[in-house]
Nanobody
Framework: QMQLVESGGGLVQPGGSLRLSCAAS????????MAWFRQAPGKDRESVAA????????RIADSVKGRFSISRDNSIRTGYLQMDNLKPEDTAVYYC??????????????????WGQGTQVTVSS
């Protein structure tokens, strides 16, 4: 069973930046599409970004487009979410996930089989 471990969350002021990492336990990760999702207290889980196993294409949710970007480094089995110009409404627990199929870069959480435990991001002054 592949494990995903997120890191890089924390407290940041509005307008600041953070980079989240998602480290996978198995080489099979390199063949999986991956994505980031988030969930704020009292709200539904929200899609953030997704990336193909090969690094392209990527998909970015409208709510973060122009501020967030997704990337990956398969040589170290790690995915990233770069978050710039953070806003208080970005406060949430962020989760990475992996999808074993390759034909579609999906923003639907139901398409993802493997999930990390989440990392808290708090944007506040």
């Amino acid at each position: 069973q592949m494990q995903l471990v997120e890191s890089g969350g924390g407290l940041v002021q509005p307008g600041g930046s953070l980079r989240l990492s998602c480290a996978a336990s198995e080489r099979a990760f390199n063949s999986y599409n991956m994505a980031w999702f988030r969930q704020a207290p009292g709200k539904d889980r929200e899609s953030v970004a997704a990336i193909s196993w090969a690094g392209r294409p990527t998909r970015i949710a409208d709510s973060v487009k122009g501020r967030f970007s997704i990337s990956r480094d398969n040589s170290i089995r790690t995915g990233y979410l770069q978050m710039d110009n953070l806003k208080p409404e970005d406060t949430a627990v962020y989760y990475c996930a992996a999808d074993v199929q390759q034909w579609k870069v999906s923003l639907d959480p139901d398409d993802y089989e493997y999930w990390g435990q989440g990392t808290q991001v708090t944007v506040s002054s």
